[in-house]
């Protein structure tokens, strides 16, 4: 399906990885081929109003299947909340927000695969797709890939222990605090690439994004938001340890100090107070509750600690007023969500653009599913960057040290499938 993808100038594949967790939706999506598409002109982009009615006026219009993604300068748009710095380092160009009505979408279950086209023949597609050749070649590059940080680890290291400063001052209380790494005239394969990231790291909210000649190859372990019928979902991660390969002893040991992690924990619960806020302003009063604190779920690379918070979602309310309430999740800025973004954008090198931002999609009836775009590589095919970011949620506590060494570890499936 994804090799028979590339085809398209605009395609959207999500996997969940045969992960079966809860609130499972589907093995595996993909849309191609454009028939309409909401892409905002910069006039309404600087008018939050007219980018969230013009949002709304398109999915009333188009009330079938829809996939696109929204990034972090998004909440700038729409709250006025500042983004970061236009001066900052950013090399790739998906728009602030996009949605895209596809001609086909296929549905991947365990046991069969579902076909819809709007203008297609669902059978020529299957045919199409079946006589597709998977790509095997790698395309080649200079002598490898060398990444890059835009911080050395003795900048980062006095980086938070500023940001501390304005904890102590009562400024916040957690921010979640990025770094980019990034390296300019190469040249991959990002079907391969994908491929290889998330045979290292399959993750149940990947995500292989074309938007022209932008690429978003994603190995996420976390939604940001799903709705079905009046129920809304969020599920943030706060708390991440390493996975001890070939130990079965240490790791669960690892495991267990995540769990009962004081740190990890005060991380976690600032941030479940701050998408039960968020969701308490679209939901019905006394609907938001908590069915699971600090759950531990393992993946390939760590051992992560989600919460999942629930509401009702008041009725006559969509899309727009549950972005307009949470976005961008609170996992990726921090508490207070407002003051935090102001210091992302204070501290940061980098923008985020559509890092901690969300891929997914909406389907025919208004229900949807977006991830949090994290674990994460970037690529321009015009201008030959590529690019990841890692971060981690910064508190008083925050031992600097053990942050970097956080980030350096979320990010080792990255490296190593670009090595």
Known sequence: MLSWSLQFSICCFLDNNQYAQPHHSYESLLAVGPVS?????????NDGAALLNALQQYTEQHQDWLFGHFNYNFAGSVTGALSPATTSAQRHDFPVCYLFQ?????????????????????????ASICATHMSNTPAPTKSGITMQPRFTREE???????????????????LNFCQEFF??????????????????????????????SQYA???????????????L?????????????????????????????????????MVVDLVRNDLSKVCEEGSVHVPELFGIYSFPQVHQMISTIEGRLLPGLH?????????PMGSMTGAPKKRVM????????????????????????????????????????????????????????SEASREYEECLLKAKAIEKAIQ
Request: glycine fraction near 6%; charge should be negative.
């Open 102 to 126: 596809p001609d086909i979408v296929i549905q991947l279950e365990a046991s069969h695969a579902t076909i819809s086209c709007l203008q297609s023949n669902p059978a020529d597609v299957y």
């Open 342 to 397: 102001e210091l992302i954008a204070q501290y940061e090198r980098s923008e985020r653009g559509l890092y901690s931002g969300s891929i997914g999609y909406i389907k025919p009836g208004g229900d949807f599913d977006f991830n949090v775009v994290i674990r994460s590589l970037f690529y321009n095919t015009i201008t030959r960057y590529l690019s990841y970011q890692v971060g981690g949620g910064i508190t008083f506590y």
């Open 156 to 174: 980062y290291l006095q980086t938070i222990q500023q940001l501390q400063q304005h904890i102590l001052r009562g400024d916040c209380y957690e």
């Open 319 to 327: 899309l727009r007023e549950v972005l307009e309430a949470s976005f």
């Open 37 to 45: 598409a909401f892409a905002p002109s910069p006039e309404i982009i």
């Open 183 to 212: 390296a300019t005239d190469v040249t991959i394969n990002p079907e391969l690439l994908y491929q290889k990231l998330t045979s290292l790291s399959p993750t149940p909210f990947a995500a292989y994004y074309k938007l022209g």
């Open 233 to 269: 979902i969020s599920q943030p991660i706060k708390g991440t340890s390493a996975r001890i390969p070939h130990d079965t002893a240490a790791d669960e040991q690892s495991r267990q100090n995540l769990l009962h992690s004081a740190k990890d924990k005060s991380e976690n619960v």
């Open 217 to 231: 190859l994603c190995a996420s372990p976390e939604r940001y938001i799903r709705k079905t019928g009046s129920q």
